[in-house]
T-cell receptor, first 114, second 115 residues
Framework: AQSVTQPDIHITVSEGASLELRCNYS??????LFWYVQSPGQGLQLLLK??????LVQGIKGFEAEFKRSQSSFNLRKPSVHWSDAAEYFC????????????FGAGTRLFVKA | EPEVTQTPSHQVTQMGQEVILRCVPI?????FYWYRQILGQKVEFLVS????????KSEIFDDQFSVERPDGSNFTLKIRSTKLEDSAMYFC?????????????FGPGTRLTVL
């Protein structure tokens, strides 16, 4: 079945530590890939996206993500986490089937400890 | 910077009542969407709208839901007879180009509480 999986419901990291949030997708053709962040009570903000080309994409706020076709993954990374990064992170896809709807993963809540 | 706006930020209604959630997409955008997020759950696609008609809808978007672009700026979601399970955060989004790779810009959401 077509799906977007974020295996970690929540993650806690120390401020200054590195971060990796996992995302796997299950679609026949590589979909368009996105990461969004949602702060408490706020809307969704796009961090980065991948369509084609260089498999390492840079986003806002110091985030990057790497597309790995062989693993059907699009993991989000940040080398040094700041307390303000505490939020919910959603991996999302737009399937490459002609439609435009975005399919979201269940989200990973990031906690940052001092 | 242009942004998608939504009103109201919070709506409380009684079960069975009609509600209209309003959105003002970014002015030069052509494609509009509604999504919802039940508390603690993932964001779910409801409907997309282009050229004054529904392009795509999910199984959630049943006959009690409707969308409309009543003028050149607003995009509305109507729920005819609300149910308790309609309580959720509703997000409007818009995109400029009619291609799936185009970024969707999301509004801040309207929290709907059905009592």
């Amino acid at each position: 079945a077509q799906s977007v999986t974020q295996p970690d419901i929540h993650i806690t990291v120390s401020e200054g530590a590195s971060l990796e949030l996992r995302c796997n997708y299950s679609y026949g053709a590589t979909p368009y890939l996105f990461w969004y962040v949602q702060s408490p009570g706020q809307g969704l903000q796009l961090l980065l996206k991948y369509f084609s080309g260089d498999t390492l994409v840079q986003g806002i706020k110091g985030f990057e993500a790497e597309f790995k076709r062989s693993q059907s993954s699009f993991n989000l990374r940040k080398p040094s986490v700041h307390w303000s990064d505490a939020a919910e992170y959603f991996c999302a896809v737009v399937p490459n089937t002609g439609g435009f709807k975005t399919i979201f993963g269940a989200g990973t809540r990031l906690f940052v400890k001092a | 910077e242009p942004e998608v706006t939504q009103t109201p930020s919070h709506q409380v209604t009684q079960m069975g009542q009609e509600v209209i959630l309003r959105c003002v997409p970014i002015s030069n955008h052509l494609y509009f969407y509604w999504y919802r997020q039940i508390l603690g759950q993932k964001v779910e696609f409801l409907v997309s709208f282009y050229n004054n008609e529904i392009s795509e809808k999910s199984e959630i978007f049943d006959d009690q839901f409707s969308v409309e672009r009543p003028d050149g700026s607003n995009f509305t979601l109507k729920i005819r007879s609300t149910k308790l399970e309609d309580s959720a955060m509703y997000f409007c989004a818009s995109s400029e180009l009619v291609v799936p790779s185009n970024e969707q810009f999301f509004g801040p959401g309207t929290r709907l509480t059905v009592l």
